[in-house]
């Protein structure tokens, strides 16, 4: 019986591949949508994803030319957030690259140049201390020229807790 189907038995075989033993540009070498996937499975942490930004111009140039069907895509995609999720980029910068990979395609994605997730995060952080600080600032002084606690929060449309959680850092408590 083996005999009568053996032709339509498919004859392959599987070759396992240490990813550690391969750069990201090694990978870029082998230039096909494989080594992409090879690449993403890489992203274990924030540097890994800055390497993305210095693949050979060459490799996204060939990425350019070949068609990624939609659902190799949407997997990549999906892959994508999940790493990125696992080494804690920030939402926001996990939805600035799937629109890349959406909109423009898979080698948009890699033209990541200089991209850095300890860099975005820490100009993030400075913004978020420099917010800060301009409402403390504003806080104290809408206190000095007597506002209450009611009427700061309705101007800085916030509530009555956010401001009274300001006042012990402004010796105001």
Request: proline share 3%; net charge negative.
């Amino acid at each position: 019986m083996s005999e009568i189907f053996e032709k339509y038995i498919p004859k392959f075989e599987y070759e396992l591949v240490s990813l550690k033993d391969y750069s990201f540009s090694d990978l870029a070498e082998f230039g096909d949508t494989l080594s992409l996937f090879m690449m993403v499975d890489k992203l274990k942490t924030a540097e890994a994803f800055s390497e993305l930004g210095k693949l050979p111009k060459e490799y996204i140039e060939r990425l350019k030319d070949m068609n990624v069907p939609p659902h190799l895509k949407d997997l990549l995609v999906k892959v994508i957030t999940v790493l990125l999720r696992k080494i804690d980029v920030p939402q926001d910068e996990i939805d600035v690259l799937v629109e890349r990979i959406d909109e423009r395609g898979v080698s948009e994605m890699l033209a990541i140049e200089n991209y850095s997730v300890q860099a975005t995060r820490r100009e993030a952080d400075q913004q978020r201390a420099e917010a800060v600080q301009q409402l403390k600032s504003a806080v104290k002084a809408l206190f000095d020229k007597g506002s209450t606690v009611t009427e700061i929060a309705s101007i800085l449309n916030t509530t009555e807790e956010n401001v009274t959680a300001l006042l012990p850092e402004l010796s105001l408590a």
